[in-house]
């Protein structure tokens, strides 16, 4: 039995708007192995990047609990989850969310030079094994907008993946690209996955890249159902 890396005990989440009241995300249980991918597919609107920023400590659930590492999550301060989220967990967008002002490499850089401890040139290397990793060592010095969208994407992910996170979580991290480089991006977060022995979380509209995870999870209205 593999360690649980990321866990959701009956989380909800509901949004107060004045009088009206969104029941968001309605009791959910969720378990993450150390290593597995997990995928979840949904309608727009049935909860799936809410349940994403309330398991990686982004926003907090209205009730209910997130565990990393074993450890509670949910109720620490805003600055323990951001150090634990820099520890432990990577994130990708469906929009890349890169600095335009900063090379591929130091953006790639930044999740490390964030850490006290960090040793800039081994940093760098760090980062530049990354690029090299996604096909990018080539674009090193190049800014996101000098880069194309496949490619703000591998940066993106080598960003993600350059702290050696537990998990990843990906919301819909292809759903901006076109279907050849979107497979080629799955291709690419699977070899990651072994090669770190990571587990991911990835949120997709495309029900047949879904289909390469270990386990798929449907989403309807803020609660699983059957497939
Ligand atoms: N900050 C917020 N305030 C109010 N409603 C929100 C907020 N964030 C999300 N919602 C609502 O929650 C529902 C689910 O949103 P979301 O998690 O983004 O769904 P998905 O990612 O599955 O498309 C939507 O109806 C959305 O309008
Ligand atoms: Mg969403």
Do not use: C
Request: glycine share 8%; aromatic share 6%; hydrophobic share 40%.
């Amino acid at each position: 039995m593999n360690k649980t890396v990321l866990e959701a005990k009956q989380v909800t989440k509901h949004f107060t708007d004045g009088k009206t009241t969104v029941d968001v995300l309605r009791g959910l249980d969720l378990k993450i192995e150390q290593g597995q991918f997990v995928s979840i597919v949904g309608a727009s609107g049935s909860g799936k990047s809410t349940l994403l920023h309330v398991l990686g400590g982004l926003d907090r659930p209205s009730q209910g609990e997130v565990y990393l590492n074993g450890q509670r999550f949910d109720n620490l301060g805003e600055a323990e989850r951001g150090y634990l989220r820099n520890q432990y967990l990577g994130f990708v967008y469906q929009f890349h969310h890169l600095l335009p002002e900063f090379s591929a490499l130091e953006n790639v850089a930044m999740p490390l030079m964030l850490r006290k401890e960090s040793n800039f040139k081994e940093v760098k290397q760090q980062a530049e094994y990354l690029l090299d990793r996604v096909g990018l060592s080539h674009r090193l010095t190049h800014k996101p907008g000098e880069l194309s969208g496949g490619e703000r994407q591998r940066v993106a992910l080598a960003r993600a993946i350059v702290t050696k996170p537990a998990v990843m979580l990906a919301d819909e991290p292809t759903g901006n690209l076109d279907r050849k480089t979107a497979i080629k991006i799955f291709e690419l977060l699977r070899e990651l996955r072994r090669e770190f022995n990571m587990a991911m979380l990835i949120v997709t509209h495309d029900e047949e890249l879904a289909k390469s995870a270990d386990t798929i999870l449907h989403m309807q209205d803020g609660i699983w159902v059957p497939d």
